[in-house]
């Protein structure tokens, strides 16, 4: 067949699902992570959350239609659809916004520009953060040299009769004490992005979002699904390499019942093949990971990406250097960053093959996170496993 100009171009399909498809597709198939894209995006509000064990899920609030319809959705509103990460073909449409292609099975661990190990120079962030405070060293220069007005993190809230708990909840960031005081990993889910709307409320415009690998696909689905104004603050996405979190119960059902470890006194925690947590009295404690497997947040059962593969920079501190980072540069905004970060001596940096076992690790944990994904949902996130291929529980 010849193509000629009066051929007719294929007109796009109109976007028209709702939380009717949202509900029935991801957030009762299991493939829904919590993440709250829906519930920022919603221009009604009637979706809620809650960060409670055994809950991080998004829910309609309304009663008109019930809990699996919205009768904004079916008056035509498609917001919570278009903001999901999980909700149909998420992942090409997110690597052509960011990349311009789509991953190959080449691309296990999504795709990147460069693999580097760095660490934070200033010696303060350094301890404070996690392995070697990069995010933290990012956040501050972001913030000082005018990318980003705030940054959407996750920090601790206080537990009753105590000077400090260790259940994570969303917060805002504006400068160096608000970043160091969110620094550290939790191992438990906090959707950072529920910070948004105290970010609007207090005027920011420029924000960066920290978050785990299925946060940070949010908004460049949003970008190419075209959501609106929700999408735009978000200028700087840092990922968190990530195999799984933790339901908050951890603490009180085994930390404290087992072993006698409150919450409200440890004061770090890691995880390098075993969980390791570090208390304020100085003792530190070693648990055995297979312990902690029943208190898998459901969320993570089914999710595909442990790179963080749509961030700008994905983060994790795998591998033998453990006070660097394993740095995964993704776009030409993250590069721009941490060139410029390693020119001004905030950070210090060296190859990523110095640890080439870093880097096997990042691809295997990468290949064992896809294939839990179903078989039976879009298929793109499987590319490059075997035939068959099941996870590794």
């Known amino acids: 067949m010849t193509v000629t100009e009066d051929a007719p171009t294929a007109a796009k399909e109109r976007w028209t699902f709702q939380w009717k498809e949202l509900y029935e597709e991801v957030i009762t198939s299991g493939l829904c992570t919590g993440c709250a894209g829906c519930v920022i995006s919603c221009p009604h509000d009637v979706i809620g959350y809650k960060h409670e064990p055994g809950q991080y899920k998004p829910f309609h609030l309304e009663e008109e239609l019930g809990l699996e319809n919205c009768i904004h959705g079916e008056k035509g509103c498609t917001s919570c659809t278009r903001a999901c990460p999980r909700f149909r073909h998420w992942e090409p449409e997110a690597d052509?916004?960011?990349?311009?292609?789509?991953?190959?099975?080449?691309?296990?661990?999504?795709?990147?520009?460069?693999?580097?190990?760095c660490r934070a120079s200033d010696d303060f962030v350094y301890e404070t953060g996690q392995d070697g405070g990069l995010v933290s060293a990012i956040l501050i220069w972001a913030l000082?040299?005018?990318?980003?007005?705030?940054?959407?993190?996750?920090?601790?809230?206080?537990?009753?009769?105590?000077?400090?708990?260790?259940?994570?909840?969303?917060?805002?960031?504006?400068?160096?004490?608000?970043?160091?005081?969110?620094?550290?990993?939790?191992?438990?889910?906090?959707?950072?992005?529920?910070?948004?709307?105290?970010?609007?409320?207090?005027?920011?415009?420029?924000?960066?979002?920290?978050?785990?690998?299925?946060?940070?696909?949010?908004?460049?689905?949003?970008?190419?699904?075209?959501?609106?104004?929700?999408?735009?603050?978000?200028?700087?996405?840092?990922?968190?390499?990530?195999?799984?979190?933790?339901?908050?119960?951890?603490?009180?059902?085994?930390?404290?019942?087992?072993?006698?470890?409150?919450?409200?006194?440890?004061?770090k925690m890691n995880i390098k093949g075993v969980f390791q947590i570090w208390m304020k009295d100085g003792s530190y404690h070693e648990i055995n990971l297979k312990e902690c497997h029943?208190?898998?947040?459901?969320?993570?059962?089914?999710?595909?990406?442990?790179?963080?593969?749509?961030?700008?920079?994905?983060?994790?501190?795998?591998?033998?250097?453990?006070?660097?980072?394993?740095?995964?540069?993704?776009?030409?905004?993250?590069?721009?960053?941490?060139?410029?970060?390693?020119?001004?001596?905030?950070?210090?940096?060296?190859?990523?093959?110095?640890?080439?076992?870093?880097?096997?690790?990042?691809?295997?944990?990468?290949?064992?996170?896809?294939a839990r994904w179903p078989t039976w949902a879009s298929p793109e996130a499987r590319v490059g496993l075997p035939e068959g291929a099941k996870a590794d529980h």
């Open 96 to 117: 052509l916004h960011l990349h311009g292609r789509v991953r190959t099975e080449e691309d296990m661990s999504g795709i990147y520009k460069d693999v580097i190990l």
């Open 294 to 370: 029943a208190w898998t947040r459901e969320g993570c059962n089914h999710c595909p990406d442990f790179a963080a593969e749509h961030a700008d920079i994905s983060t994790g501190g795998i591998g033998d250097a453990t006070d660097w980072t394993l740095t995964i540069v993704r776009t030409a905004l993250g590069r721009e960053i941490i060139m410029r970060m390693l020119a001004d001596g905030v950070i210090e940096g060296k190859p990523g093959d110095s640890d080439p076992g870093a880097i096997k690790l990042m691809h295997k944990l990468a290949e064992r996170s896809r």
């Open 144 to 267: 000082e040299h005018g990318y980003i007005d705030g940054a959407l993190v996750s920090g601790l809230e206080s537990s009753e009769g105590g000077d400090g708990g260790w259940k994570a909840k969303p917060m805002v960031a504006t400068n160096r004490e608000e970043v160091l005081a969110g620094a550290g990993s939790r191992y438990t889910y906090s959707a950072n992005t529920m910070a948004y709307d105290e970010a609007v409320e207090k005027g920011l415009k420029d924000l960066a979002l920290v978050g785990m690998s299925c946060q940070t696909s949010i908004a460049p689905v949003m970008w190419t699904r075209k959501i609106g104004k929700v999408s735009r603050p978000i200028k700087l996405n840092i990922g968190l390499l990530c195999s799984k979190s933790f339901d908050d119960s951890l603490f009180d059902e085994l930390f404290d019942v087992k072993y006698g470890l409150a919450k409200d006194q440890i004061k």
